[in-house]
C-alpha cells in the first residue's frame, strides 16, 4: 500500500545523535550502539537513521495510541505496516504515523519493536 506524500505532511525527523538527544520527547538514546524510538500519540515522526539486526528498537505507546496492549509485534506490523513516499510506515491513522526513511520493508523491524 501507499500513502499521501510526506511533504504535504506537517512530522518530525528524528535521527539519533547526541547533540539532538534532548530535543525529542520520544527519543531515548544509548550512545553504545543502540538507540529506542519511543512513539506514542505524537502526529508524523520520521526515523531518519534506524539500524536493524537489534542495533535499535521502537517501542510503541499503546495506551497513548488506543491500542490494545497485548498486541504482539508481528500483529502491529499486519495490521498498521504500510509503505509512506516509498518508505516503511506504520499507521495508526488519527493521524499518528511513524515513517522508517530508508527502509523499504516494514517486516524487517519485527524483532526490533517493543509493545508497552
Known amino acids: ?17 547526541e547533540a539532538n538527544a ?14 529506542t524510538f519511543v512513539f506514542g500519540k505524537s502526529g508524523v515522526d520520521r526515523i531518519l537513521d534506524f539500524k536493524d539486526d537489534n542495533k535499535d528498537s521502537v517501542l510503541l505507546k499503546t495506551g497513548a495510541l488506543g491500542l490494545a496492549d497485548d498486541l504482539s509485534a508481528a500483529q502491529v506490523v499486519e495490521l498498521f505496516g504500510t509503505g509512506i513516499g516509498g518508505h516503511a510506515a506504520l499507521d495508526f ?3 499518528n504515523r511513524l515513517v522508517f526513511v530508508g527502509l523499504d520493508d516494514i517486516a524487517v523491524i519485527l524483532d526490533d519493536l517493543l509493545i508497552a
Request: hydrophobic fraction near 40%; avoid cysteine; charged fraction near 20%.
Open 22 to 35: 534532548d530535543n525529542f520527547a520520544l527519543m531515548r538514546t544509548v550512545f553504545n550502539g543502540g538507540d
Open 93 to 95: 491513522g488519527d493521524g
Open 1 to 17: 500500500m501507499t500513502g499521501p506524500d510526506l511533504a504535504a505532511r506537517n512530522f518530525h525527523d528524528v535521527s539519533a545523535t
